[in-house]
Nanobody, 130 residues
């Protein structure tokens, strides 16, 4: 059974930083590209960032590019998202997700990343407020 457990969320002031973690189990972590998604209050699910099986392959939504950094530690079966220069618009529940098919990622097709991110965790709340 796929299990994804996010942690690291919290309340932070604008301009602050957080580091989210996602502990993965129940599948061969090394074989799957992974995503971070978020859902802001009253809005739909938004794809934020993805990392391929090759850890050097990373992609970001335009809204977070240059501020967020995705990474993975395959030895620890853990996915990370470093959030810097946080803005109030970043307030959301953040989810990590496993892509559906092994050894597959979608380049700059952010719609495909979102569509393929079916297995998600319970999420961690990030609130940016002064």
């Amino acid at each position: 059974e796929v299990q994804l457990v996010e942690s690291g969320g919290g309340l932070v002031q604008p301009g602050g930083s957080l580091r989210l973690s996602c502990a993965a189990s129940g599948f061969i972590f090394n074989n799957y590209a992974m995503s971070w998604l978020r859902q802001a209050p009253g809005k739909g699910l938004e794809w934020v960032s993805g990392v391929g099986v090759d850890v050097s392959i990373t992609h970001y939504a335009d809204s977070v590019k240059g501020r967020f950094t995705i990474s993975r530690d395959n030895a620890k079966n853990t996915l990370y998202l470093q959030l810097n220069s946080l803005q109030t618009a970043d307030t959301a529940i953040y989810y990590c997700a496993k892509l559906t098919d092994p050894f597959t990622s979608y380049g700059a097709r952010y719609d495909m990343w979102l569509q393929a991110s079916k297995d998600r965790g319970q999420g961690t709340q990030v609130t940016v407020s002064s």
